[in-house]
């Protein structure tokens, strides 16, 4: 059974940091890529950070200079650094890992930024 987990969401306030984890189980996920999506309330799960199998990251604009996505392929787990916290950033974050063709997906985790 694929699992992914997350781990790390609460509350902020503004500026503030705060770090996410998503551990996968049941498979390894080295071969594909992994990343973030989040999603606010009334809006679409729009794309935060992904990294490939070797490493190369890509963010979402809004996001470029505050997030760091990165994974440990030993630990089977994707992690998500946010700094520089704004209100807009309060969303559930939810990961992701492509496995042989498919894309799962963790439960979600809430984060909220306080102004």
């Known amino acids: 059974q694929v699992q992914l987990v997350e781990s790390g969401g609460g509350l902020v306030q503004a500026g503030g940091s705060l770090s996410l984890s998503c551990a996968a189980s049941?498979?390894?996920?080295?071969?594909?890529?992994m990343g973030w999506y989040h999603q606010a309330p009334g809006k679409q799960r729009e794309l935060v950070a992904a990294?490939?199998?070797?490493?190369?990251?890509n963010y979402a604009d809004s996001v470029k200079g505050r997030f760091t996505i990165s994974r440990d392929n030993a630990k089977n787990t994707v992690y998500l650094q946010m700094s520089s916290l704004k209100p807009e950033d309060t969303a559930v974050y939810y990961c992701?890992?492509?496995?042989?063709?498919?894309?799962?997906w963790g439960q979600g985790t809430q984060v909220t930024v306080s102004s």
């Open positions: 992701y890992g492509d496995l042989n063709g498919m894309r799962y």
């Open positions: 049941g498979s390894i996920f080295s071969r594909g890529a």
């Open positions: 990294i490939s199998s070797g490493g190369s990251t």
